[in-house]
Each structure stands twice: as C-alpha cells, then as structure tokens.
C-alpha cells in the first residue's frame, strides 16, 4: 500500500483523497451537464421548431443569468464556503433541465436557462477557489490539468452517449416512425437522463471535507469583504472577457455547426465532440510542463496561438476530416486558458480574495459570452460560420496578447 501511495505521488503530485472526490463529482458532472446536453440541446430546440436566431438568444441567457451570480455570490462563498455552493448549485443546475422538458414554451425554456446561467455561475465562482484549497499550492497547476482530463473525458463520453440517446429513448418507447430519433420526445427524455446523472454527480461531495483556510476566511469574512481592490481584479479579469466572447460564438453552436455544413446525424455528431472533448482533456496534461518552460503568462501566449491558426483553419476546411482535425486542435489548445489563467490570477493574490476575483472573472466571461451568444444566430444565417471562426481565431489571439501584457512578469509555479 506504501508503496502504490508513493507511486502515485509520483505519477500524480498532489493526488489526495479529496482530490480524488472531488475529481469522481466532476466527471459524473460533465457526463450529464455536458457531454449529453451539448450534443442534444439545440438539436431540441430545432425540433420545436425555433430558429437559429431565437436558438442563439436561449443560449444567451445562462450568461445573463451568470452576470447576476457574480459578485454577490463571491461574497457568499466566503461566507459558507466553496463546497457548500458547488453542492446546491450543482443540485439546482439538474432542476433547471427538468425544467426544460416540463414544457415547450418559449417563456420557460427561457426561464430555464436563464435559471441555469444563475446556478451555473454559482458553480464555477466556487470551483476555481475550492480546487485551488485542497492541495498545496505548488501543485495547483497539476489539479488544474488533472480537472482538464477527467472533465473532458467525461464531456467526451457523454457526448458519445448523447449522440445515441435519443435513439434508445425512441427503442424505450417502442416508437419505430420515420424521423422519432429527431423527435421532441426524443430529445426531451434525453435531457432527463442528463439531468438524473448531473444529480447523481453531487454524491461524492457530501464525503468531502472543507477546503484549506475555508474556516479562517468565513471566521473572517466581515473585515475582508470591506477592502477589495476592485480595479485590481477587473484588470486581472480583462482576458476573460476575449475568452468568453469566442467561447460564446462557438460552443453552444458546434453541433449545429458539423450538421448543417456536412449533413451528419446526430451520432456522428456525438463522435466529433467527443474528440475534441478528449483532446481538451489531454493537451492540458502539458500545462506544468509549458508553466516551468514559459510561465503561465508566456504558455498561454503559445498555446493561443496555435489555437487561432486552427480556428481559421476550421473556418476555411473543405472536407469535414480537415474540419474534425482543426476543431480537435483549436478547442484543445484554447483549453489550456482555464487552468494556466486561474492559478496565475491566484499567485498575484492573497488567499481571502480568491473567492471574490473568481466571481469577477466569471462576470467578465459572462458579458462576452452572452454578447457572442447574442449574435451568433444572426451571424449564422447572415455571415456563415466560416466567418464566425475567422472571427473567433483574432479574438483567440487577442485573448492571448492580452494576459500577456497585463500578466508581464515570468509567473511560475513558484511565484510568490
């Protein structure tokens, strides 16, 4: 037993029965949340009958939703703690999918995902600070990386499942009529399987712990609340605007991307996410590698790079191999942003105000995403999604020269 606890070290620096709960919650997590609703989703919502434009704006709205989480729940969490958080809003997310199944109107599809934009945010304004807390600090960056592969993995199995979901449901149901897989039938029983995984996702969390310093930051949170350099953290948090702004183009829409250029079913649909949901996975297995030969800073200037110039390949591929490979790059090496960015914001910063520079992160990433997710139904049906990668790769870029000229100093694991 020493000697495979030893081993692991080893292989896994930083690995601990937290962070081995914490990892089970995440992938479960994704599976649901993720992996089946990214593939399932839209293509529900075309089976309503809804345009791309009205599409685009439901996707919007979880953005909006975010934007209202922000600052306030930042305050919270210091308050209650991180883990608490993540377990009710993780909980509530579920509901909100029930929610979307309960009926076809647009007024509560709206309200469902504005919900799970609320909860969502809640969810991540808490995860960055509570994996940040439960290894030592010189090990962050490989729990980050770590968090990279069992998320995407999961993302990447559900996706696979989700591409074939809504054939099983239609089987379960003894319904062998012409088109029942593209159904809203189908695609509605789909989203209760999602949601029923992403409830399951919350079990390990109840065995965990609280974080490192969680108890003196709630003992605390009074007189750290009242001196908060706020123009310090919006500055840090400037990136994630780029970031959220080329997310909110792409993400929500890639299924519907792969079917209406190449007129692919829904499994193969599923197939192509789950490659790039892997390759998300993988490539960020570099990130301590790149952070002790660049720093964080420098990595992220490298690896967006080579993000953007897959990105205008993306947008200009012929065939939909060409397409497959340069949204497997592009989506892997933009990927590298999360978990090189937190932990640099987190080095320039003492503990107690990690929980509050992650609330406003994620509101800057939420007024870009929503702004994208806002136009990009338009854009589609005006432009092309050729032109939308063509945009989204100088935003990449931009994302990049950004964290570098705010973030100028070498920051490295080891960085004070």
């Known amino acids: 037993m020493n000697h495979t606890k030893r081993l692991a070290r080893v292989l896994m620096p930083g690995f601990n029965r937290q962070v081995a709960l914490f990892l089970l919650y995440s992938v479960i997590w994704h599976i ?46 210091n308050r209650i703690g991180t883990r608490r958080i993540i377990v009710f809003s993780s909980l509530a997310c579920a509901a909100t999918l029930l929610l979307l199944v309960a009926s076809p109107s647009l007024w509560l599809l709206g309200l469902s995902r504005f919900l799970q934009g ?25 729990l980050f990386a770590y968090h990279n592969v069992v998320s995407m993995a999961g993302t990447a199995v559900g996706s696979l ?21 593209q159904s809203p039938f189908a695609y509605g029983g789909s989203i209760v399987v999602a949601a029923v995984i992403s409830l399951v996702s919350v079990l390990p969390l109840f065995k965990m712990a609280d974080a490192l310093g969680e108890r003196e930051i709630t003992d605390n949170a009074a007189w750290i609340q009242s001196d908060v350099p706020w123009v310090r953290l919006l500055k840090y ?82 065939t939909l191999t060409w397409a497959v490979i340069a949204f497997a790059v592009a989506i892997s090496a933009r990927n590298t ?21 992650s609330s406003v992160g994620l509101v800057i990433w939420n007024i870009g995403w929503f702004m994208a997710t806002a136009i990009s139904g338009f854009w589609q049906q005006t432009y ?29 694991s080891n960085e004070q």
């Open 32 to 77: 649901g949340m993720f992996g089946i609703i990214d593939v399932v989703l839209n293509f529900y919502f075309v089976s309503l009958g809804y345009t791309a434009e009205t599409i685009g704006l439901l996707q919007s709205l979880p953005r909006l939703g975010g934007l209202l989480t922000g600052v306030p729940v930042g305050l919270v969490a």
């Open 384 to 412: 092309g999604f050729g032109f939308i990668m063509q945009v989204v790769a100088v935003g990449v870029l931009v994302t990049g020269a950004s964290v570098m000229l705010i973030f100028k100093q070498r920051a490295t």
């Open 237 to 318: 948090a400037v990136p994630m605007f780029f970031f959220g702004f080329t997310g909110g183009l792409t993400f929500p829409f890639y299924n519907l991307f792969f079917r209406t250029t190449f007129n692919i079913s829904d499994a193969t649909v599923g197939t192509i996410l789950s490659i790039g949901w892997l390759g998300m996975g993988l490539v960020p297995l570099l990130n301590p590698w790149l952070d002790k030969r660049f720093g964080h800073a420098r990595a992220l200037g490298v690896t967006l790079s080579v993000a953007a110039a897959a990105f205008f390949a993306l947008g200009a591929a012929p």
């Open 118 to 142: 609320l909860f969502y945010g809640s969810q991540q304004i808490a995860n960055n600070p509570f994996m940040g807390r439960i290894v030592q600090k010189q090990h962050q960056t490989h």
């Open 161 to 181: 499942f989700g591409g074939v979901l809504p054939t099983l449901v239609t089987l379960y149901a003894y319904d062998t009529s012409a088109n029942a897989s």
């Open 337 to 357: 942003m999360q978990p090189l960015f937190q932990p640099l914001v987190m080095s320039h910063l003492p503990l107690h105000l990690h929980n509050i520079a």
